[in-house]
Nanobody, 118 residues
Framework: VQLQASGGGLVQTGGSLRLSCAAS????????ISWFRQAPGKEREGIAC????????YYADSVKGRFTISRDNAKNTGALQMNSLKPEDTAVYYC????????????WGQGTLVTSPA
């Protein structure tokens, strides 16, 4: 049972990056998929989530209009398209999954580092 996050890297300010999240070992299409991030010295924050088949989305104000969350239930994958990156987006990014209606994230990816230097 795992989530595997990938796609992080170094990108210049204003650039784009796409993170991926691959799920295995559990039923994917009945879970809410979320992306969190944790910047150095800061608490982890939830930045985006997408519901199961209905695919409704939520974004934190800090990323709204720049990031897009998506999922492909046929492939058991999620993604986070990040555009217009800023230095303050520098963080370790995690994908996570929880049951619809639940509050606990039972599945977490290992984190992938995104760096957008000033």
């Amino acid at each position: 049972v795992q989530l595997q996050a990938s796609g992080g890297g170094l990108v210049q300010t204003g650039g784009s990056l796409r993170l991926s999240c691959a799920a295995s070992g559990f039923t994917f299409d009945d879970k809410v998929i979320s992306w969190f991030r944790q910047a150095p010295g800061k608490e982890r924050e939830g930045i985006a989530c997408i519901s199961d088949r209905r695919a409704s989305t939520y974004y934190a104000d800090s990323v709204k209009g720049r990031f897009t969350i998506s999922r492909d239930n046929a492939k058991n994958t999620g993604a986070l398209q990040m555009n217009s990156l800023k230095p303050e987006d520098t963080a370790v990014y995690y994908c996570a999954a929880r049951p619809i209606g639940g509050s606990t994230y039972a599945y977490w990816g290992q984190g992938t580092l995104v760096t957008s230097p000033a």
